[in-house]
C-alpha cells in the first residue's frame, strides 16, 4: 500500500514569495493528484499528472516517477493563495482508490 | 452544471441514530466517490462506485456503514446506528471514468456531528 508524505506541514510566507511544497510517495504510480482545499472546506482539484510538468495560471506542479516525488510551486504568491494544499496517489500502482497526504496549511500575508 | 450536490450541508444528531447523506454528481459522470475527513485522519475513501455498482468499499469502518447508487444520479450514504466517532465531514465526488486517471469534482461536504 503506497504511504504519502507531505512537506511542509505547514509554511507562512509573503505576498510575492515563490512557494514549494513537496509530496513523496512509496510505491509506483501511474498518475498523482494535487488538490486545493479552502478556508471554507470545499475541495478543488488542481492537477492531475502522469509525467514532466504542469502549468496552470501561477501554479506549476512537477513529478520525477523514478524518485517517487511531486512539487507543487506557486509564483508571486498572493493572501488568496492561502489553502491546504492535498497530494494523492493510488493505494498501488494503477488502482482507482486514492491515499491522500495530510495536507500543507500555506498561509500567505500582505 | 451545478456540480456535485450534496445534502444535507450540516446535520447534528445524536448517538444511535440513522444518519442518511445524499449526493447528486455531475450528469454524465459515472465514477462516485465517498470520502471522509477528520482532523485525525485526513481525507479517506470509504467506498466508490463505478457504473452505479460498488467497486471497493474496504474503506467503510463497519456494518455500521452502508451506501447505495441506485441510478447514476443519487447516491446514499447511511450510518444506523450513528456513534460520537462518526463526527466528521463527508465529501462526495465524481469523475468521468477512473478516478486514478481523471479529475475529481468534490461536492461541499456534509459535516456531520454525533452528539
Known amino acids: 500500500k503506497n504511504e504519502v508524505e507531505q512537506s511542509p506541514q505547514n509554511l507562512t510566507a509573503q505576498e510575492g514569495e515563490f512557494i514549494t511544497i513537496n509530496c513523496s510517495y512509496s510505491?509506483?504510480?501511474?498518475?498523482l493528484h494535487w488538490l486545493q482545499q479552502h478556508p471554507g472546506g470545499g475541495i478543488v482539484s488542481l492537477f492531475m499528472?502522469?509525467?514532466g510538468k504542469k502549468k496552470h495560471g501561477r501554479l506549476i506542479a512537477t513529478i520525477n516517477i523514478q524518485e517517487k516525488h511531486s512539487s507543487l510551486h506557486i509564483t508571486a504568491s498572493h493572501p488568496r493563495d492561502s489553502a491546504v494544499y492535498i497530494c494523492?496517489?493510488?493505494?498501488?500502482?494503477?488502482?482507482?482508490?486514492?491515499?491522500f497526504g495530510k495536507g500543507t496549511k500555506l498561509t500567505v500575508n500582505p | 452544471d451545478a456540480g456535485v450536490i450534496q445534502s444535507p450541508r450540516h446535520e447534528v444528531t445524536e448517538m444511535g441514530q440513522e444518519v442518511t447523506l445524499r449526493c447528486k454528481p455531475i450528469?454524465?459522470?459515472?465514477?462516485l466517490f465517498w470520502y471522509r475527513q477528520t482532523m485525525m485522519r485526513g481525507l479517506e475513501l470509504l467506498i466508490y462506485?463505478?457504473?452505479?455498482?460498488?467497486?471497493?468499499d474496504s474503506g467503510m469502518p463497519e456494518d455500521r456503514f452502508s451506501a447505495k447508487m441506485p441510478n447514476a444520479s443519487f447516491s446514499t450514504l447511511k450510518i444506523q446506528p450513528s456513534e460520537p466517532r462518526d463526527s466528521a465531514v463527508y465529501f462526495c465526488?465524481?469523475?468521468f471514468g477512473a478516478g486514478n486517471y481523471n479529475e475529481q469534482f468534490f461536492g461541499p461536504g456534509t459535516r456531520l456531528t454525533v452528539l
Open positions: 465526488a465524481s469523475s
Open positions: 494523492a496517489v493510488p493505494t498501488q500502482g494503477g488502482s482507482e482508490k486514492l491515499v
Open positions: 462506485f463505478n457504473n452505479n455498482v460498488p467497486i471497493d
Open positions: 510505491v509506483g504510480i501511474s498518475a
Open positions: 499528472l502522469s509525467s
Open positions: 450528469s454524465g459522470h459515472n465514477s
